[in-house]
């Protein structure tokens, strides 16, 4: 895991804490609003006996500023929890690409809400002017940004749902899909699930989902031929990356940390982004239940200065060949 991971994940965790609070805030200010309201109406007769004219002024202007400022209150922290939103899932894109459609329905979203805010003030304008043509077209306006949102809360949902499969934590994955339907529980699912998973890469366990088992016919020197026999992809990986950052360095050397539950030996390495593969790994065997440095040496390659690479290692467990993946910053 990464620093950018995990603060990825806090700005997600974040974002739905938000998201959980702003709804809230509005409720209060609407029923705190009405009910001064009703009071002031009816002359402080909702509290017993009529207010003092002091009174009715505090409580005036008590009203108004529930109505007013708590529901913008709420408004303003809805547009910084989508920005935290798009945020993290952006930089998350960088560990994995499948978080990217988080990241375009974080823009969508961006995008209705500012629609949401802008339009109605357009819509009292063309009362006010008496416009039926303004009127009409902000109410289809309107309707578009309402449309947008939904898209955007489609893509962030099915980003959450992503998240939560990499991560092996079901309460994210629920959670993304409520929150189309029932956005207030599937925030709250999401903040809890994220938690729990920004706890587990901060104490090192390997949170990642289990990569496809891989068999090879690869047989390992000094080692009497076997049929490899598949593993079972339920099982959590016996083999995975562990401790700092790896880091790629410009003459193609890696240097990184893994540990494996079973003995071990270290085939291949691959880097995905630019495919190039190789075979000089030290050591290249690795003992069980302890942690140990292997270097890998890619050559010379071309890599962007602080970008982070996902590279693909093959190991052989048991003749089982299976790939974990290590993650790198330029």
């Known amino acids: 895991m990464s620093y950018i991971e995990i603060e990825a994940l806090k700005k997600l965790k974040s974002a739905n804490l938000i998201l959980i609070i702003t709804p809230i805030l509005i409720l209060i200010g609407i029923i705190a609003g009405v009910f001064g309201i009703v009071s002031l109406t009816a002359g402080g007769s909702a509290f017993g006996s009529p207010l003092p004219a002091s009174s009715v002024v505090v409580a005036s202007v008590t009203t108004l500023v529930l109505i007013g400022v708590l529901p913008l209150v709420g408004i303003i922290l809805g547009l910084i929890a989508i920005l935290k939103l798009r945020g993290g899932f952006k930089d998350l894109k960088s560990v994995f690409p499948e978080a990217g459609i988080g990241a375009s329905g974080g823009l969508l979203l961006l995008i209705g809400y500012i629609v949401f805010i802008l339009f109605p003030l357009g819509i009292i304008l063309a009362i006010l002017t008496n416009n039926p043509g303004l009127l009409i077209l902000q109410s289809v306006g309107l309707g578009l940004g309402g449309i947008i949102y939904f898209l955007g ?29 029932l956005p207030f529980i599937g925030y709250i699912l999401n903040f809890i699930g994220l938690g729990k998973i920004i706890n587990r890469l901060s104490m090192g366990q390997q949170p990642y989902s289990p990569q496809p088992y891989q068999q090879s016919t690869f047989q390992p020197s000094g080692m009497p031929y076997s049929q490899p026999q598949p593993m079972s992809p339920q099982a959590p990986l016996p083999i995975y990356q562990t401790g700092p950052f790896a880091v790629l360095r410009p003459d193609g050397s890696m240097t990184f940390q893994v540990y494996s539950s079973q003995p071990a030996q270290l085939v291949s390495a691959r880097l995905e982004d630019t495919g190039n593969t190789t075979t000089t790994i030290t050591p290249n065997f690795i003992p069980p239940n302890q942690i140990t440095n292997v270097t890998v040496n890619f050559g010379s390659i071309q890599i962007v200065p602080g970008r982070q690479y996902r590279i693909i290692v093959t190991a052989v467990i048991n003749n089982s060949s299976i790939q974990f993946p290590v993650y790198a910053n330029s």
């Open 153 to 181: 809360e489609i893509l962030t949902a099915i980003g959450f749902y992503r998240v939560g499969n990499r991560y092996n934590e079901s309460l994210v994955s629920i959670g993304g899909i409520l929150t189309i339907l």
